[in-house]
């Protein structure tokens, strides 16, 4: 198999690829049991909300009848009967700072949600990633146990000829050895890489699984205003405003409200009616605990938001320079190394045919170029996972994929 071809198995993706990326992840993400039980999670909170806005307090039947004097003896007992409505009236806004309440942690839900579909998202593309790493890696380390193999067989007919030694044809054996043991851990890795996409996708056909085979792009200018528009930075910033909320409702709740009564009804063979007002006395409970707890959760919650903005920002400037770095050095290897290293295996492959290389100088030029290749294996992995890393920091991921709501419709992603 010729330089170039080698390179080309190690590096490509296979040509029977079906699937297209995008399609690959929305399907994915869209399947994904966290994600639906997400959406399940937040149409719970939708009914919340919709409870709340109807939360008012229902009105109280009571009927009373009592006879006056059926204990004392007397036969002219009076008789009382009343039938009453009592109403608690919301004089303080307690229904209201329910909605509020609600309505935030509706947001938080939504915010969640597009979090763990970003999260799925980022996991299945870097698991692909890894995959086709690992599954070129294999491929080329077949090739390459096939080529010693040859070599193998090429020296013990130059030993038997007496061209070369003993030792120096064990060393053909050893080496084809070596490349079988390396064959085999790749396989363990391309084993391991494949659960991890299997984890995320039902997709289990992995001849239909999508290449990665794009070209890296320059970065994009991203302002870092937009880093607040982050599903993570998002939630944060929304479980504090809902914090903020229970502060309010609980304020609220502190203050009695009052219950107004009507009554109707006969005594004595006349008719009467009743009103009444009660008005909870707050003495035992003045609620001022509730007030403090509420209060010291949502200075956590502006304190955990503070932090996860800061992580964010920090996440996305050094996930733009990694990026930088990763792709310069791939084009750099794409434009000088590939080339090169094809001349230099044709170039030792025959001088050790003809002789003007021994097997061991064969071998170290042989694993040289091997190891080069690997390295370019690792190299594209790494510009992968910074590419896919800043796509996901920056908040850009969906628009790459052509996904903006395809997914569930994120209306709060960075346009």
Same mark, same amino acid.
């Given at each position: 198999m010729g330089a170039m071809a080698l390179l080309w198995l190690a590096l490509s993706a296979t040509a029977n690829d079906r699937v297209d990326l995008a399609t690959f992840v929305r399907d994915a993400v869209a399947g994904n049991s966290a994600v639906l039980a997400a959406e399940s999670s937040l149409h719970a909170h939708v009914e919340r909300r919709?409870?709340?806005?109807?939360?008012?307090?229902?009105?109280?039947?009571?009927?009373?009848?009592?006879?006056i004097g059926a204990f004392g003896g007397s036969h002219h007992?009076?008789?009382?009967?009343?039938?009453?409505?009592?109403?608690?009236?919301?004089?303080?806004g307690k229904r209201q700072a329910r909605v509020t309440v609600a309505e935030a942690q509706q947001l938080v839900a939504q915010a969640e949600l597009d979090t763990l579909r970003e999260a799925t998202a980022g996991e299945l593309l870097n698991a692909l990633a890894r995959w086709r790493t690992a599954a070129a890696r294999a491929r080329l380390l077949e090739a390459q146990q096939e080529a010693m193999a040859d070599f193998e067989s090429l020296a013990k007919r130059l030993r038997d000829a007496g061209?070369?030694?003993?030792?120096?044809?064990?060393?053909?054996?050893?080496?084809?050895?070596e490349t079988r043991m390396r064959r085999a851990a790749a396989e363990t890795e391309r084993s391991v &890489?494949?659960? *991890?996409?299997?984890?995320?996708?039902?997709? =289990?056909?992995m001849v239909n699984w999508p290449t990665l085979d794009f070209d890296f792009p320059p970065l994009v200018q991203t302002p870092r205003e937009t880093i607040s528009e982050l599903p993570v930075v998002r939630a944060a910033m929304l479980r504090a405003r809902a914090a903020s909320a229970v502060v309010g409702e609980q304020n609220r709740n502190r203050r009695p409200n009052p219950t107004l009564s009507l009554g109707v009804g006969r005594e004595a063979g006349v008719g009467l009616a009743e009103l009444g007002v009660s008005v909870p006395l707050p003495v035992l409970d003045r609620g001022a605990h509730?007030?403090? &707890?509420?209060? *010291?959760?949502?200075?956590?919650?502006?304190? =955990?938001?503070?932090?996860?903005?800061?992580?964010?920002?920090v996440r996305f400037e050094a996930s733009a320079q990694r990026y930088r770095?990763?792709?310069?050095?791939?084009?750099?290897?794409?434009?000088?190394?590939?080339?090169?290293?094809?001349?230099?295996?044709m170039l030792a492959r025959r001088s050790?045919?003809?002789?003007?290389l021994d097997p061991r100088d064969y071998l170290a030029h042989v694993e040289s170029i091997a190891e080069l290749r690997m390295q370019a294996l690792d190299l594209r992995h790494?510009?992968?996972?910074?590419?896919?890393?800043?796509?996901? &920091?920056?908040?850009?991921?969906?628009?790459w994929l052509g996904m903006r709501g395809k997914i569930g419709g994120n209306e709060h992603g960075s346009q």
């Open positions: 919709a409870g709340a806005a109807r939360s008012y307090d229902n009105p109280e039947l009571s009927i009373q009848t009592e006879e007992n009076e008789r009382r009967f009343v039938v009453g409505v009592a109403k608690q009236f919301d004089l303080h061209d070369i030694s003993h030792m120096e044809a064990d060393l053909a054996t050893l080496a084809l050895a &890489a494949t659960e *991890a996409v299997r984890r995320v996708t039902f997709h =289990d056909d509730a007030v403090s &707890a509420a209060n *010291a959760d949502a200075t956590a919650a502006a304190r =955990d938001s503070d932090d996860v903005a800061r992580r964010a920002l770095i990763a792709r310069h050095a791939w084009q750099q290897w794409l434009s000088d190394g590939v080339d090169s290293l094809g001349d230099q295996e050790w045919e003809a002789g003007e790494a510009a992968w996972e910074a590419w896919f890393e800043w796509l996901l &920091a920056s908040g850009r991921w969906e628009d």
